[in-house]
Each structure stands twice: as structure tokens, then as C-alpha cells.
């Protein structure tokens, strides 16, 4: 009936790492909204197309089919069918580990087989599922095998009516609720801005995190004007649970590449703020003290010292109950 055009053996992540991710994206032509799973570059619908408008065919659970020629119009504006390369990738990334059969079944939902045409009985009803793929070559689909746990890329015969997924390029700044012509990352938990830069890939906030400022002993001589100037003190522990979503504290090796060009590192902020060294401070206003992820001896973390008149840098081990400030970092992709 119809024949192979490729096999691609899958097996999908354990049921617990196959997460949604935030990103909503809004049809605005009828107002459904649509969850979406973050795979490479690509937010993935992880709910069927529900289109009334052009679909071919709805069948009697209410999910709508739709024939080849109606795909490129039928996903939201800013969103596609994807091709054949999109959904390789997709599998590859996403649909590997030991509990294939349940996870094909978690993505497949109640989605099951395809139509021939808008009169024809459903095909291969009850054990696959079947998805639109963009190729101007013929008609193809992605099937996922939901009695094996098994994914192929299918032909179909001409005139086929297909459930349809829909994927949109990823905005990794907005993902990290960042404004990226501002450059601007604004603090989903308290709604606190923080500018920041690209290096190397990574985002850094340039200036000293404040969240969860709970009482004067975690600023400057315990003044909380000194913790809205230069950011609250954290202990090890602290520290490392400090940052927001998608955000973390810098380990060892990145705070090695963030300060290999000195040129480019503004000393007025980073070598400034001191530290909380038990009963006392260190000099506010020649130093500045962060922490780093990294612990290589019990009870200590590694620091990391700014010296902003000799614009030197320091790396020691502290003991984990002093108070450093914390710099956030994470990954643009």
C-alpha cells in the first residue's frame, strides 16, 4: 500500500526527561494555544494541529486530517510542517533510551493512522501514527510505531490526509528571559534586571545578583543600600542555588574563559563590592570576591578575586560560610 523510504530505529527518553518546555505558541487565528518541546533549534507542538479551518478531514475523536496541499498553510504564522532533515533530528535528539514503547506513546498521544483520501477508511488504524512531513517530492510521514516503539520515515500514496506537528525556530534569548536588544535579563522570580553580555557563546550577567534579599547581614556592613549597589552576599551553598531558571553558577573552567581577555572586563563593577570575611568585610572598594561551582577541598569552594586599581585577578579556596557575591551564566543554545 504504501512503501519505505528510509528507516530510522529510534528509541524514546525516559518518561520523566520528556518535559515540555514554557514556550506557548498562540494560533491567532481561532486563539487555541499550543505547548511546545524544546529539540536543537526547534520548539516542536506537542499537541496536533487543530485548524478547523483547512483541515480535509475530522475524525469522530474531533482530531483533524489534513491532505499535502493544505500543510504549508495550515501551521500559525512563524511555525511549519518540518522537512524530512527536521524530523531526523528530531528523533536523534529526542527519541533515544531504554523505554522507547511508553515515550512513543507520550508523543504520539491518541493520534493513530492516516486516511487515503477525504472518503476513504482510516489506514493502519491502531498501531501507528502517522505525521505530515514537508517534501515537495511526494508524500511523506514520520510514523511512530506505538505497539514496538519503533519510528520510520513512510511514503504515503497520493492524496494521503495526515495529522499535522508543527515546529517554530527557537528564540534562545527570550527562552532566557532575556530582551536581546536590550540585552537585558529580567529575573522571572522577583522581576529584578541585570545587563548582560555574550561571551563565548555565554551569556554573563555583568552585574551582582540581589535575588532573595532577606535581611541587611547579607550586604555591606549590613546596609541594604550597599546590597542594592553591589548585590547581596552568599554563602557556598547559597550561592549555588542563587540563579534563576536556565541560569547557573559559573564552575571553575568558566570563570578561566571569561576573564582571559582582562581587556574587555569592566573593573569598575566586577573589582568593587569586598566580601563578608566572618565578622568583617574586605575592602569594598579596590576588590571584588564571586563564587565559583567548583569545590576541590571539604567545606571550601573556589573564589575568584577581582583587584580593581591593579586589575589582577586572585583564585583561592574559602571556606564555604564566607559571603561571596554571585555572577550568573548559561549557554545560548
Known amino acids: 500500500m504504501?512503501?519505505?523510504?528510509?528507516?530510522?530505529?529510534?528509541?524514546?527518553?525516559?518518561?520523566?526527561?520528556?518535559s515540555l518546555?514554557?514556550?506557548?505558541?498562540k494560533d491567532n487565528r481561532d486563539g487555541k494555544m499550543y505547548k511546545t518541546l524544546a529539540s536543537g533549534n526547534l520548539n516542536w507542538f506537542t499537541d496536533n494541529l487543530s485548524y478547523r479551518k483547512l483541515a480535509s478531514f475530522t475524525d469522530k475523536g474531533g482530531a483533524p486530517y489534513y491532505k499535502q496541499s493544505t500543510w504549508k498553510a495550515a501551521c500559525p504564522v512563524g511555525t511549519h510542517v518540518p522537512d524530512i532533515q527536521e524530523w531526523t533530528l528530531f528523533a536523534k535528539d529526542r527519541f533515544t533510551g531504554p523505554r522507547k514503547l511508553s515515550n512513543v506513546k507520550s508523543f504520539a498521544g491518541k493520534t493513530r493512522?492516516?486516511?487515503?483520501n477525504e472518503d476513504a477508511k482510516k489506514i493502519q488504524g491502531k498501531d501507528a501514527a502517522y505525521f505530515a512531513v514537508s517534501d515537495p517530492n511526494g508524500v511523506r510521514a514520520m510514523m511512530l510505531d506505538v505497539k514496538r516503539g519503533n519510528a520510520k520515515m513512510v511514503e504515503l500514496p497520493a492524496g494521503a490526509i495526515?495529522?499535522?506537528?508543527?515546529?517554530?525556530?527557537?528564540?534562545?534569548?527570550?527562552?532566557?528571559?532575556v530582551d536581546e536588544k536590550k540585552m537585558i535579563l529580567t529575573d522571572p522570580r522577583d522581576g529584578k534586571n541585570y545587563k548582560v553580555e555574550?561571551?563565548?557563546?555565554?551569556l554573563w550577567m555583568v552585574t551582582n545578583l540581589k535575588f532573595s534579599l532577606t535581611s541587611a547581614r547579607q550586604c555591606l556592613l549590613e546596609d541594604t543600600t550597599f546590597c542594592k549597589k553591589f548585590g547581596r552576599f552568599y554563602n557556598y551553598n547559597?550561592?549555588?542555588?542563587?540563579?534563576?531558571?536556565g541560569w547557573h553558577l559559573p564552575d571553575d573552567g568558566e570563570w578561566r574563559d571569561f576573564q582571559k581577555?582582562?581587556?574587555?572586563?569592566?573593573?569598575?563593577?566586577?573589582?568593587?563590592?569586598?566580601c563578608k570575611d566572618w565578622d568583617g568585610y574586605c575592602n569594598s572598594e579596590l576588590t571584588g570576591h564571586y563564587w565559583s561551582s567548583t569545590s576541590i577541598m571539604k567545606n571550601t569552594g573556589r573564589s575568584w578575586e577581582f583587584r580593581r586599581q591593579a586589575k589582577s585577578i586572585d583564585r583561592t579556596d574559602q571556606n564555604v560560610q564566607k559571603g561571596l557575591y554571585v555572577r550568573c551564566v548559561t549557554e545560548l543554545n
Open 113 to 116: 493512522g492516516f486516511y487515503g
Open 21 to 25: 518546555a514554557d514556550t506557548v505558541i
Open 261 to 274: 581577555d582582562r581587556e574587555k572586563l569592566n573593573w569598575e563593577t566586577i573589582g568593587r563590592g569586598g
Open 2 to 18: 504504501f512503501r519505505l523510504v528510509g528507516r530510522v530505529a529510534v528509541a524514546l527518553l525516559i518518561v520523566a526527561e520528556f
Open 238 to 245: 547559597d550561592a549555588k542555588k542563587a540563579c534563576p531558571a
Open 198 to 202: 555574550l561571551r563565548d557563546n555565554r
Open 162 to 177: 495526515t495529522t499535522v506537528r508543527c515546529v517554530s525556530e527557537r528564540n534562545f534569548y527570550a527562552e532566557k528571559n
